[in-house]
């Protein structure tokens, strides 16, 4: 069973910078597509940044410019920087595989934006 967990939520001033941290209970990433996702109340979850195992990086038209998705194959992490932030981009951000499994979805961390 492989445990997701995410950290380095938190509250931020509009314009600010936060980084999450995405850590698997034991080494997933080098075999699958890694995706950040979040969800804000109210809506769906979506996807905001993909990384492929050929060492692509997608991103959501909404983040492109501002976030820059990391993986660290050695110690079993993706990372999340997260730059401008903007109150829109209130919500609880998920690791997870792209596509996801359902098995995969941790707590997530929460993501504030406000002044």
């Known amino acids: 069973q492989v445990q997701l967990v995410e950290s380095g939520g938190g509250l931020v001033q509009p314009g600010g910078s936060l980084r999450l941290s995405c850590a698997a209970s034991r080494s997933i990433f080098s075999i699958n597509d890694m995706g950040w996702y979040r969800q804000a109340p109210g809506k769906e979850r979506e996807l905001v940044a993909r990384?492929?195992?050929?060492?692509?990086?997608i991103y959501a038209d909404s983040v492109k410019g501002r976030f820059t998705m990391s993986r660290d194959y050695a110690k079993n992490t993706v990372k999340l920087q997260m730059n401008s932030l903007k109150p829109e981009d209130t919500a609880v951000y998920y690791c997870?595989?792209?596509?996801?499994?359902?098995?995969?979805w941790g707590q997530g961390t929460q993501v504030t934006v406000s002044s």
């Open positions: 997870n595989t792209y596509p996801p499994r359902a098995e995969y």
């Open positions: 990384a492929t195992t050929i060492g692509y990086t």
